[in-house]
Each structure stands twice: as C-alpha cells, then as structure tokens.
C-alpha cells in the first residue's frame, strides 16, 4: 500500500496502471476467499482504500489541469 505523496508523484498513465492492477489482486483474492483458501477478509479493506486513494489523486490530477487549462 502506497502512501498519497508516492501517489501524487505518479502520471495518470501509471496510476490508472496500478488501479487495474489493485482491483485485479482484490478479485483474485475474493475468488480464494470463496475458495476457503483465503482467511483474511481486512485485506478487502486495505485494497478498498487504495483504490480509493488512487481515485483521488487521479481526480486531484484532473482538476489541476482543467485549471491549468482555464
């Protein structure tokens, strides 16, 4: 799990890169947990949150360049 200055430092290209890849692992991880293979449910979570802290730079990102823009 990445930290938000980590995240800010990336381009939209590599951040919408790693979102793919973070929801890809938490379906994989949902299949195992359905599979009784997987114990841990607070890792749905943790993914959860990184998402959502991908979504918000990318959106952070967006606004800066429609200012940028204006």
Do not use: C, H, P, W
């Not at 200055?5 to 949902?30: A, C, P, Y």
């Not at 359905?34 to 998402?51: L, P, V």
């Amino acid at each position: 799990m990445k930290k938000m200055t980590d995240l800010r430092k990336l381009d939209s290209t590599k951040l919408k890169t790693e979102l793919k890849s973070i929801k890809k692992e938490m379906v994989d991880k949902k299949m195992m947990y359905g599979a009784g293979k997987e114990k841990d449910t607070s890792i749905f979570s943790k993914y959860r949150k990184e998402i959502a802290r991908i979504n918000t730079v990318l959106m952070e990102k967006e606004v800066l360049n429609e200012q940028e823009n204006n």
